[in-house]
């Protein structure tokens, strides 16, 4: 019996940026396209007029309704509340109108505004919901606020979100953790991002460096990195620590000065063109994060024969590393024990080529090739 080639529509903001959601988002629409023949359309609301970041398959078509959502970063609060329902209403009859134009068979949101409309277009496609972060950290709303009017409207807001949830045919999250965490739902789904490359090649174990990957920003914990860094370079002083990230270093540069670190062996770069390089040109990975929805760069690190030392911090890291045989988990926030993680592999050359042959077979289980299958499953179950 011929598998059957499925007409899917996904909904996300934007592809221009260079992050985590959009490579994920192309890298499995075009597998979708080009191996599995399936009609894809990605529907846009924004950067109508910027590039793509990541290449697309010219069998992956793109709709971009140029409503413009990011307007409302400019606008003073009150202005935003009508300026943001004015562009929702449109937005709902835009979408209402290419589904039912489309009749699709499976319609994929990446939980961004349309959630709170999906389940209520009758296009006859099957409604799946795609989340990128871990629930305690979505939309950055906390029921424990101190501000009481921002916890009440944070309880507000996560039961009207569980409530369309609820309705989807199925919520696809990327840890088993996460999953457990949205007790309120049964139709919870685990597939994890794929490797976004297959490597060329991989670290030989030889140079003598440290590298950490991510934005600049409180999430990801370069403060805390730094913090152990300074105590690294002081015993391993032929070492040197790499950081590669998008956004604003000042902070992180300062941060530096005020901690005496030897700026000969610790530079902050901007963004990568070719991250593939870098990872080969390291002999250890170091993820600092408060927290991460998966932490695809850890995969992508050992995908290049990197042992990584990572904080066990929610929820992604303790669903891809396996402690002490690929890496080693530590206690989340705990700078020393981070320190002295790095420290005991820098010095141990034995066991960092043990855990870099680890990292090569255990990280199989993330190839494209794998998750396409997992996809291709749930997509058939409906």
């Not at 389940?119 to 029921?143: M, P, T, V």
Request: one cysteine or more.
């Amino acid at each position: 019996m011929e598998d059957k080639r499925y007409k899917i529509v996904y909904l996300t903001p934007a592809l221009y940026m260079a992050g985590g959601v959009e490579r994920v988002l192309t890298l499995k629409a075009n597998y979708f396209a080009e191996h599995f023949g399936y009609d894809i359309t990605i529907i846009l609301t924004d950067g109508k007029d910027k590039p793509l970041f990541y290449p697309l398959s010219d069998k992956v078509k793109v709709i971009n309704f140029d409503i413009n959502f990011e307007e409302l970063w400019t606008c003073s609060f009150l202005k935003k509340i009508f300026v943001y329902l004015k562009k929702q209403r449109q937005y709902k009859k835009r979408v209402k109108e290419e589904l039912m134009r489309l009749r699709p068979d499976i319609t994929i949101s990446l939980l961004r505004r349309e959630i709170n409309f999906i389940n209520d277009i009758k296009d006859g496609s099957r409604k799946i919901g795609e989340l990128h972060i871990n629930r305690a950290n979505y939309r950055n709303f906390s029921e424990k606020d101190s501000n009481p009017i921002k916890a009440l409207f944070s309880k507000f807001w996560m039961h009207s979100l569980v409530g369309h949830l609820r309705q989807l045919d199925h919520l696809v999250v990327l840890t088993e953790d996460d999953k457990k965490s949205w007790v309120e739902l049964n139709n919870v789904e685990v597939i994890p991002d794929p490797l976004s490359f297959q490597p060329t090649r991989h670290s030989q174990q030889s140079e003598k460096r440290v590298l950490a990957v991510g934005r600049y920003s409180h999430e990801k914990g370069f403060d805390l990195l730094l913090q152990a860094w300074s105590k690294v370079e002081k015993s391993c002083i032929d070492w040197r620590l790499d950081v590669f990230g998008d956004g604003d270093r000042t902070p992180y540069e300062q941060l530096m000065s005020d901690l005496g670190i030897d700026r000969n062996r610790c530079t902050l770069h901007g963004r990568t063109e070719n991250v593939e390089v870098e990872y080969v040109n390291s002999s250890l990975f170091v993820c600092s994060s408060r927290f991460e929805g998966f932490g695809l760069v850890m995969v992508e690190s050992m995908a290049c024969g990197l042992p990584v030392v990572s904080f066990d911090c929610p929820w992604g890291p303790r669903s891809i590393i396996t402690n002490h045989e690929d890496g080693v988990l530590v206690e989340s926030g705990n700078i020393d024990k981070l320190a002295e993680a790095m420290t005991k592999l820098i010095r141990d050359d034995n066991q960092r080529v043990s855990m870099s042959q680890s990292a090569l077979r255990n990280v199989e289980r993330f190839c494209i090739e794998r998750i396409a299958q997992q996809w291709k499953q749930l997509f058939t179950s409906l």
